[in-house]
Structures are given as C-alpha cells and as structure tokens.
C-alpha cells in the first residue's frame, strides 16, 4: 500500500513521540526505585558505620577511663588499704559520669577483689549493687582477661555478654565493655589492677542514638535471640514502659547467621518505616557477642519516592496527549502545500523553465515555494549567459591559436592583430609597441585609416601615450563624440584603445575602430579583447626573449671557440713542467733512502755495540776460566793419588760438549732440582752449595756433576767442581763469542745490501732472507715490548731488485713500529699465489684514520709531526712495489688492526730500463 | 527528526553517565594505604625509611626474593644461580619473558646497570667527593652492604650475569632481596629525578601518578607471573599527618591500612568489628647499649651488674603490651641461617642473665663501682619520637632508670632528636643508649658484624655503639661471614660469639618486637616479610 506523506508523518509523529514517552517513564520508574535502594544502601552503611565508630569511641572511652583510673592514687589507696571514703567514691562516680551505667573493680595482684565503685544509676542492677556476687560472676567471665592485664601488665578491653540480675529479680541480658589496666607502686611494683565495667544498654543507645540521629538496638548474644536487647526506642504510648523489639526474631536471626557478619532489611514500626542494618560486635577472640542496629527511619524517603515517580508518569502521560495534537496539525498544513510543489517540479523537470509556484503559505513550505521559484528564474538566466560565454571562449581561443604558433615578435603582432580584427570585425586595428629607447612606435596597422588613427591625440600627446597610462581600456562608442580627443581627420566609429600588459607594465596599445555605421561594443567584445591583451602581452615578452637568447647563443659559440684555442696553449706548457717535476722526484727517492740510512745509522751503532761487549768481556772470562783452570788441574795432578778421577771427570766433560743442548724444564721442576743438587753439595762440604747449585741446574750441567759426586764419594768435592764448572764456563763462554760474532755479521751484511743502491737487473732472492735484513735493520726499533710474529709460508726464489724491496720492507716495518708506539705485535706472513706472492704486514697499532687511507701513498704525505719523517716513505714503497715490479699494494686498516699486502710477481721483467732513484 | 532523537536522548540518561572516565578510583577495586609521612623518593638506589621502601618495593623486584612463610630464599628475577666453591664468583640467569613496565624485556644490561650506577657513583664521589656533578642521593644501603665487597657486576650473555666478590659473603643471596639492589632498566644517569616520575620496573604495580601526599600506583596487567597479578586494580599510598585523622579514615573505611597509629589504639582496634589488627614476627632487636670504652662500664662485672639490674620482662610488658618477644641475645631465636635456627628450643644460650638485683649490688662492689667517688649521674641517650619497633622510648627509659637507680647507679635520661642522637653516638659520649636494629636482609651477620664487630668502632661510621672489641668475638663472626660453605659451621660460629656476648655484656637485649598492621576488615590474605614489609600483591578484598 502506498502511504501519503501525512499518513507517513502522523505514524512518525506517534513512534518517536509515544515510544520514548513510554520507554522513559519507565526507565525513570526503574532508575527511582534503584536509585532510592541504592541511596538507601549507602546511607544505612554511612549510618552504620558512624553508629560503629560511635560505638568503638564509648569502648575506647572505657579503656581511657580504666587507663586514668591506674594512675590515680585514690585507686592505689584502695588496692592496698582496701577500703575507699564515700567521698572519694562520690568523687570518682561524678568524674566517670559520662560512661554511662556500670562499675570499677580493684583486684589485687592475685585477682582477688579489693574493691568496687559503682557508676551511673546501673539501671537496678542487683549484680554491681552486690558487690561480691557481681564481681565473681564478672570473673567468671572474664578470667583469661584479668591474668592477661596482671601477668602481662597490659591493658585489656572486651565485650561481653552477661546476664544480670534486677531489684525486680527479673534478670536481664546485657552486652558490657570492660577495660583493665595494671596499678603500679611508684616503684612500678603491681599493686593490682582497675577494671572498669560499663553496660551498653538503654541509656548508652539513647546516648548514641542522639549523636547519630538513627535509631540504636544491641542485641547480646544468647539463647533467646530477640528477647534481650537495648534500645533508643521508647515505648510511645507510654515511656516508663519497657518497648517490645522492634525486630521480629526470623530478621534478628538470619542477621546473626549472615556470614559476612552485616545484614540490611526494612521494617516497620508504629507506622514509620525503617532500614536497619546489622553489624555483629565480636570479642577479642573473633566470638560474636552482639549484633548492633542501626534504624534509619525512611518514612519520608519513602513519600519522596511515590511523589517522583507519580510525577513522572503524569508528565509521561501529558507528553503522549501533545504529541498525538502535534501530530495530526502538523500532517494537516503540511501535506496540502507539499502537493503543489511536486507539482511544479514535474513541470520544471519537462523542460518547461518559464513555470512559477503560488504557495502562499508563510512557514518552510513557503519558502520553499519561493526558494523553487527563484531556482528556476536563475536556471533561466544562466543558461542564457551560458551561451554567450561559449561564443566568447570560440573567439578567443581562435586568436590565442593565431598567436601561439609563431615564433618571431612580429609575426605574433601581425598574427595576434589578425585575429582581433577579424574576431571584432573591425575597419581599422593599429598596434604600438614601448621600445625602451624611443617611446611608442607603431608597429603594425589593419585596414585603412593608418595615418588618420596614428595622428588621434588627448591633452596635445599622442592618444597611445594617455591609452597607456589608464588601468582600464579607453572605449568610445563613436570616436567623433569624443570632445577630449584631438581627432584632426574626424574619424568616426566605435574605439577601442587597449594597453597590452605583462606583468603589470603597458608593454603595447591596440587601437581599434570599427566602421561608423556599426553597432557599439558589446561585453562579449569586452570580454574577449580583455583576455587577448593579457595572453598576448605574454606571447609578445616571450617572442622578445627567444630573439634576445638566439642572439646570445651566436656570441657564446664564438667564445667556447677562443677559449678551447687558449687552453691548448696552456696544455702544452704544462707539459714540460710535468717533465720538470718527474726529474725533481727522481731525486727526492735518493735523498730520502739516504736519510733513512742516517736515521737508522744510530741504532745499528748500537746493535754492533752490544754483541762487542759481550766479546770483550766473554775474552776476560775465558782468560780468568783459564787460569782456574790451569792451576786447579796443577792442585789436582798434585795432591791426587787416584788418576781414574781426573780421567772420569774430564770424560764427563767432554761428554757433555758433545751432546750440549740445553734441556728445558719448567721453573717448578727447576726449584725441586735446584734444592736436591743444593743438598747433596752441601753434604759434600762445598761452600756456597746454594748458588752453585742454582747455576749447575740452570746451565744444565748439573746431572753430569751429580753423577761424578756420586761416582767418588771421597774425594774433595770442591776441588772438583771449581775445575769442571770452569771447563763448562770455558765452553760456553766460546759460544757466547760465536754468537755474539755472528749478530755482528749479519748485521754488517744487512747494511752493506741496503746500502747497495744499484741494482741493473733483478736477481734471484729468498724473500725471506729480504725481510730479515729489514728485521736485522730495524732491530734497535723493534725491541721492548714489541712481538714479532712471524708467519712464514713455502716460497720460491722470486726474481726481483732485492735491495730495493729491502727499503720496502725497512719502510712498511719501521710504520709499523711506529704505529704500535713500542708495544703490541707486528705480524709477517707471506703467502705463495702461484704466479706471485703476497708479503702481509700487520699491525695492532692505532691505525689509519679512514678519511686519510687514500692519500698515504701519496709523496709529502705524514701524520708523524713536523721533523720525525719525511712523508717520502711510503710513497717509495708504492713506486717500488707499483712501478718497479709491476707489483700491487694494499691497505686495510681499523684501529687495532693495519695491514699492508705487498704481492709481487715472482719473476720481474726489467720494463723501467733504469730504477728510479737513479734516473738522474 | 534529529531533534526528537536528541530529545530521545536526553530522557534516557543511564547511557550516557557510565562512560565517564578520569574520575576517582573505583573504591571496590582499590587499596589504600596511609602514613604520617610523605615518601621521598622512587628511587629504590635512594629510598630511605619505611615509607619510600614500602611503595618502591611493590614496584621494583630484585634478583631473589624472601618467602614470607618459610623465609627460604626464592628465586625472582634470576631463575637460578650458582656459586663458585671459593664463594667468590655468582652466577645468575635471568627468568625468561619479563618485561619492564615499559615494555622493555628484561635483560643482563639492565642488571648490571643496576649495580653499576650505584658502584660506579660511589666510587666517583669517594675520589671526588666535592664534584656536584657527579649524581649521588646517598646510596647508603649500598655503602653499608656492597662497597668494597663487590669486586665487579658483568653480563656474560644477555640472560647471565656474573658478580665477582672480593672475598666471600655468606649472606650475599640474602642481601640481594634488598630494594636497593632492585632491578631498574637503564636510564641516563645524569637526571636523578626519572624514577621520581617514571615506572621503569618489573613489579607487580606500576606507577601512575605522584602527587606530594598521595602516591597511585596500578595493576601490573603484563606482570609476568601470572599467577600473581594482584586481584584488585589500584593501590594508593596517602599521607594524613594526623594520627587521630588516619584512624577516623580507616574506621570510615575510606582507606585500608594505617600504619603509625597511637599503640594505645590498638586494643581498640582489635574490637573494632570493621577492622582488624595484625601482628607478625619481624627481624628486629632493641637494645641498651653500654659503651664499653667509658667510666665504670669499661669493666665487665659492672656491665653485667646492669644486665641483672634491669627487669627486662616488665619493662617490655609494659612498653610493648604483648607486642614484642624478650629478647635474650643480639638475634631472635625465629633468625634462621640459611633456612636453620642458630637456637635450639630451651637452649641455654638463648638465655639472658636473669634480673637479681643483689647479685648486681655484689657485681657492682666487685667490680669497684663508685670507689672512684665519682658520683656523676650516667647518660642514657635515646631517640624520643616513637619508631616501629619502639612505641613509647620515654616510658622505656624511665623504667631502666628506674630499676638501675635501685641497684645504686644514678641515671639521667637524654631524650634527644635523631640527628643530635646519632652525633653523640658517633662520638662515643654517651655512657648507655637505647637502640633499635631492623635488620634488611634477614641473616645474622647484620647484627654480630654490624652492630658488634670490632671493625664498626671506627667512629665515622661506627654502627657499634657499644664500642665493643673482642679479638676472639671479632675473628668468629668475621669467619662466620665468609663461611659460605656450610650453615652448620656458621650456625656453631654464631653460638661461639654468642656465647662471649653473654659474658662480656655489651648489651643488655631488650625486645624483638612484632611489626603491627591495623587494616580494615575489607582486606584478606595479609603478609608480611621478615623485613616488614606488606605483601600488597597477595592482598584480596572480601566481598560484602
């Protein structure tokens, strides 16, 4: 079924009128109810737990009260004397007033009585009024409590529940506080204690209950569960009259079983209503003992509720009766108007523009009659303007074409001007140009009447010179009106003049005049030449420009052209300096191996220095040794009869020179060799067993004298021993000799092949031999704390110039060392490639900083500071390696780790006919 | 039509109201906790006094931990360790998939950062002590328990950590539980103030926001145990300066804890139905002090004179009121090595001399008390506002007064504030002081070495207030620290000692007293660590 929009809008109107109306009252019935359980909740808890703390602060008044009472001496006067003056007693009972009903005991230190006070009216109570009885039945009770305070001299504070008895000899149960503290002697011997008793009953709740503003009931706990109990309320119909409990039993006992040990529930009393919530008391032993409630009454809590929620249905239901008149006024006014206009905007839909609405309604439905109207006047008018625009873009687009295609200025003039002429169907078109120098020129004219239009003044200046000066265009509708003109030959028609613009500057005018009997100009003219100006403005500017580049392009050419003859000039001058400048490096190559020899000179000074030493005093030695020797043999041939003796030791020595080598033995077998050979010398009665000793086992000789001790047990050991510890001293003095002379040579053969700086051709050579001339060399340099490892692999004899690679070597070590600052490792490893080998020398120094590894092999180049090096070296090296041998080096470098690898071919073939040192 | 929907809106109000957010802390889902005093810092390096310890520690975590229950070290932090047999090396490996609160996985670098800014800290500032620049709040638990005992702090791979010693420490896994050496992640040093305003641990709550009197601390949610994501969502430490204030507040049940209350409270609390009052064993010892350099009690028979003198079992009955155990020795018989009692049950080293005040009067002749006609009354420092483990120090005194007085030596009491105490102590001018040790990492070692070791005389830092000296005493205990191997040879070194501070009386032991919690009743499952401190974590809320 299709529904009219008032059908639509009334069953609208009703939905989201009556819906809400309902849902809402509903909601706010429910939200009531809750919110008055929940305030209700909060507020009984907040009374609860006032009503508690109320409760706790009377108990803890109690405490305080038995605290002040231990230390009053009236108390103590009554533990030891027993016996307190009435007035004392009137004292006491007006001091502790404000406890309420109750009584203060005095125990002595065993807990027997002393005696007692009573506090209050004590409701009757025939227990304090008795007081023996009362106090053995509160001991009763309370006996764990009382050796408590008196064993442990604490205070002590709990509840009970205890039934007394009345006057009436009704008896009653009552929830009492009671607090003990100690009494001590000034000497803080125990004297006893105070134990003060106070009823929580009638009048305490009316106490509290006046604080509180709630109602108070205290249930103690006992067998009948809502017989017994104290309350704030009265009895209204009479006040003298005990009241009955408010409670009834099921309530006071599912609050005694609840397990959180709180409880809520309402009631009624007398007609007002009340929420009670429960708290149950405990002892200190976690017993319940009582049940406190706490009654708020809610009776106008209760009204506010039924008000709310009856207000809020009323509101509910008025809502519901304006929303159902609303709705069927509002489906009435609107629906009538609506219909006309989906009329009308069928009729504007089938093209018929000229259609007007007459809704004559003043509200929305109105407007949007008139609002209708006016969008259909407008679709009217901007169709026309439409078309007149599509006609005026035509135009212009055919002009902009005309002059977008040309290239030169005058042709986009005479194209541009073309166009215009045609476009605005003009008689006559004239165009001037600014040319800085000259002012205006005409420089392009259409149609007759060129003369004529040139000779147009204002003000007694050319008409172009005023046309240029206005921001607008200068229109005439006939150009003989003009009384301002200067209009000599009485031109006639209507003008244009037009100033050209580009960027904001007159660049050209355009004059244009179109025959007398022609209509005026129209916007689309206006229009139409206003674009033009500006488009054309730009194709002039660029036409100027492009002739302007093309000028300068020619003079360019021309310039590249004299500039190239200058530098080929130039080139071969620098020619010759290259020339001159590879003959200065020849020579600095030579200076530089000959201060390397000065630098280096020193040291091997010195290293031929302590091998000399060393003979000069090994000579001295064997001189002294020998005299020992000689006049030991004389002491021996003398004095011994045996001859086998001599013969064996000198066996034994011999012995040991032909199979010297040193037997190596760790420090600890050393010690235990050294203190067994020390003994058995001092056996022998040799002197100084302790130092020989240590040098036998240290120059290995040890065994053999061991074994001539051992061999003859008689004879004078020290005799013995001086000869052949002197003939061993002999022996290896000579070998020191040997050696020492040895280092010597080596040393010298080094410097001679360093020295040796010509070499034609390369020779065969052990690359190794090469670099321990360099190590030999270097080897003042390379001591202390420097670790030569060497890594030595299988090579060939490579046929290269040795005596050069010897200053690579000497070079790349000497950096090396350098580097290392005197402590770290140098490692040398060389590697056999096959068709060559590769020498890598690696450094655990600082090393080189990335930024400078391209340019160290570069001549002059250094980092060591200004004097310690000529920064020649390892620009040689690269020659060397490079040039020399055809050979390639490398670096690598991060601190910590340098290396240099050096790989030369195995066989060099002579291609530099001469080294470079010695070109020259 | 929009507009009826508005209306719409509006008549149905529940909707909206719950989406509020950033307002007050649900109450059913929060802890509070309140004290009389503001907490200084955050920093667990830094934290000093109890309250700062308190919420740093539920924050930060250490490498092992203490059970509340058995007192056996546990593993935390570190899943596992092994020691070196020369004791000197420790190796720990961290628990895998803990994250700091930020997000970041706990790793080696966090921990030895965390030793490290502390060392490294320590060290700068000895050789310099005058440079501002370098950062330093203190670092005493440091000083006193890692400064020239830890040789160095490595990561070994991104899980292991090795810590080198300088010579052995038998309760070096036990000092690891401190919050001082709690695992923090890296931060730049040079800003101080970071932990102050930022959560960077792996405990169990995480910090929300630090207003002067009112710390919020929250849930861990990622905590990686599981098992021991707190039950309840906010825990809020609150300063109420007002003792009367504290206590109204926890009796209104707006807050669950309150610690410094009035002792003279506590019974009332206990028959409070909506509160609760808790009271467990922790390590501590008060003490009177004799200064064993000084006057007459440079002799031994007139110290032990003072030991028979005083009644200690009232005294502590009185001050105490059942709150703390006589004590009879520098340690409690609950202090347990390695997870071992030191005493047996009845054991006559756990035994002090018995109060006779004739014997004391004899002692006192015997010893020549008084035939120097010196008759100067003798000065009894203390400290007089009431600590934790000593309630009422004023009432204390009166009474060792008292019963020294009887005996015949004169007594003036010197209530004092605790800076002017600790400089009296450090110069070694008083005659007796009363003085109190909570011990941080229950062992005895803080006790006989810290408190009685002839080294901690040295007066700038003397912790021995007795002054005492014994080179048979001082070789013991030095043994028993380093005797890592074996509980039962420290346990039989401990007695030894104990046995010469019978007899040598430098102190007269007074209390160990129980650390006392006053909670409300809305809060179950309360622990407590030997070191006193509450186990928030386990904390549960009771339903109503």
Redesign the interface.
Known sequence: MKLKIRHKLAIWMLVVGVIPAFVASRRGVTIIADRFTDTLQDESDRNLRVGISLTVDHVNNVKNAAISLSKKSVLVELATRKSLSRQDQDLLRTEHSGLGNGVIHVVDPQGKLAGSVSLGESSGLVAVKNQEHSYETLLAHAQPQWSNMLQNYAITLNFYSWEGQFTDNSRQRFLFVQAGAPLFDVNYNLLGGVIVTVALDDLFCRNVSTLLGSQIILYPEGPAADQAFSTSFENPDDLTRPVESPLDRGLVQGAWKSPAGRHFASFTWHGMEYAASMQRLGDLKGRAVGLLVVALDITKMQKGKSDAVFTLMLSALLALAVVIVLATWFSRNLANPLGRLVRGAREVASGKLDQRLDVASGDEIGELADAFNDMIRNLQQSNDRQNEQMSEIQTLNEIINAMSVQVGVSSVISEGLEAISVALQTSAAQLWLLHDENGWRKVHHIGGLEAELARLTRDDRPLVDYAATRDAMLELADLGDGDELGNPDGLRGPFLAVPIRYQGRVIAVIFLLRSPDSPAWTDTHRNVIRAVSDQMGMYIVNAQLFEKISRFNEQLEFMVHRRTMELQETNKKLGSTVDELQNTQAQVLISERLAGLGSLLAGVAHEINSPIGAIDAAVDNLLKSLQITLSSLLYIVDSEKDPQVLTYLLTLVQHYLESVTLPFQSRDQNRERIREVTELLAARGVENARSLGRKLVENGTDTYVVNFLNQYENVEASTYLQLMNELFTIHRTAQATATAIHAVKRIVMALRSYSHVKQDVPEPVNIHDVIETSLIILANRLKHNITIDKRYGELPPITVYGDELSQVWTNLLSNAAHAIDGKGTITIETLNLGSRVAVKIRDTGRGIPPELIDRIFDPFFTTKKKGEGTGLGLGIVSRIVRERHGGEIEVTSVPGDTCFTVYLPIMVTPRTPEPPALQV | ?TR??L??LL????SCRKEEAGKPLAHHETITVAWSKDVNTLDPACAVGMESAEVVAQMYEGLVTTDPITRQIRPLLAERWEQSPDGLVWDFTLRQGVRFHDGTPLDADAVVFSFRRQMDAVVAHRAKPDDARIPLCGYDYWKAYYDGLIQSVKAINPRRIRIVLKYPYAPFLNSLEMFAVSIVRSFDVDDMETLNNRSLGTGPFRLVSRTPDRIVLSRNDHYWDESRVPAFRYLVFQTIRENRQRL?AL???RIDFAFHLNP??Y??I?????LQLRSDYSNNTVYLALNTRRGPFAVRQIRLAVAHAINRD?IV??VY??MAELAHGPVSSQMLVQGKPIFRENDPLARWHDYDPEKARALLREGGFGLDGEQRPYTLYLIQSPRNYLPEPLLMAN?IR?DLE?VGIPVQVKPTEYMEYKRILKLGQHDMAIHGWAGEISDPDEYYYGLLHGSNVVRATGTNHAYFTNDRFDDLVKRARQAHESADLRISLYRQATEIFRHEVPWVPLAHARVVIPASRRVSGIEVTPATFLVYRSLRM???
Request: hydrophobic share 40%; charged share 20%.
């Open positions: 039509m009826l929907l209306l719409f008549v149905n109000p529940v109204l009796e209104g049940q003279a409270r019974p009332t206990q028959l409070h139905p909506l009232k009955k009185m009121q059942g009474l008292h009887q009771v339903d109503r």
